[in-house]
């Protein structure tokens, strides 16, 4: 399952996430997203999760955990979609 993490410190590492997402069970990936022009993070980030129910626990517990006096943000990611400016026009 991949799972988006928001509100992160700046300076949270992938490492860190990592560490703490671990206790709850196997990660197959994180990533933290980076501002294309500085390099530095944007403060949000993914982290996979092959087995629902490990990532369904993560999910529940980290939800709303503060790191660093920031509460974190964490739900099930939702792949973009595609939307079509002419459905829109009525």
């Known amino acids: 399952m991949n799972i988006f993490v928001g509100n992160l ?4 590492s992938a490492y860190e996430i990592e ?3 671990s ?8 990533r933290v997203i ?7 993070s944007r403060g949000f980030g993914f982290v996979d999760m092959p087995d629902y129910h490990e990532a369904r626990e993560a999910i529940s ?4 955990y503060e790191i660093q006096g920031r ?17 829109l026009a009525g």
Request: zero cysteines; proline letters at 7%; charged letters at 20%.
């Open 9 to 12: 410190p700046f300076r949270m």
């Open 19 to 21: 560490r703490l997402f």
């Open 23 to 30: 206790a709850y069970g196997i990660i197959s990936s994180v």
């Open 34 to 40: 980076l501002d294309r022009h500085t390099g530095r």
């Open 61 to 64: 517990i980290l939800n709303g």
């Open 71 to 87: 509460p974190i943000s964490v739900n099930s990611a939702h792949s973009r979609e595609y939307h079509d400016p002419q459905s």
